[in-house]
C-alpha cells in the first residue's frame, strides 16, 4: 500500500468518524441538554469498545483483513470518532504486557498533561485578547 493511499483512507475514514462523533453530539444534546457532556461520554466508551472488538478480530481473524482495511477502520473511522479509543488501545496494550508502570505513567501523563495543555492554551489566547 502506498504511502498517498494510507493518507486518503485515514482521510475518508476520519470524516465518516467525525461525521457519526457529530451526529452523536447533537442527539445527546437534545436528550441530555447542554449542561452535562453526554455526547463526548457516548463517543468515548462506544468508541473503546468498537476499538476492542476490531483489536481482537485483527488479533485472532487478522489474516483476514488487509492492512487497507485495518487502517481505514482504526487511525480513520475511530480516529475521527474519538482518539479516546486509540489512548484505551494503547493503555490496555501496556497493561497486557505487564509494563503497569508505563501504563500508569501514560495514563496520569495524558490525562494531566492534557488539561494542563487546554488550559494553558486557553490562558495564552485570554492573554492576547485581554
Not at 39 to 68: D, K, P
Amino acid at each position: 500500500m502506498s504511502s498517498a493511499f494510507g493518507y486518503l483512507l485515514v482521510f475518508l475514514g476520519g470524516g465518516v468518524g467525525a461525521a457519526a462523533r457529530h451526529a452523536v453530539n447533537r442527539a445527546a444534546l437534545t436528550l441530555a441538554g447542554p449542561n452535562y457532556p453526554a455526547g463526548t461520554l457516548i463517543v468515548n466508551i462506544t468508541g473503546s469498545i468498537a476499538m476492542g472488538m476490531l483489536a481482537a478480530w485483527f488479533a485472532f481473524r487478522g489474516e483476514t483483513t488487509t492492512a487497507a482495511e485495518r487502517l481505514f477502520l482504526t487511525t480513520g473511522v475511530l480516529g475521527g470518532f474519538t482518539t479516546f479509543s486509540a489512548f484505551a488501545l494503547d493503555a490496555t496494550l501496556m497493561w497486557e504486557r505487564h509494563d503497569v508502570a508505563a501504563a500508569a505513567l501514560y495514563i496520569g501523563l495524558s490525562v494531566l498533561l492534557s488539561i494542563a495543555g487546554l488550559i494553558g492554551g486557553m490562558f495564552i489566547v485570554r492573554l492576547q485578547l485581554s
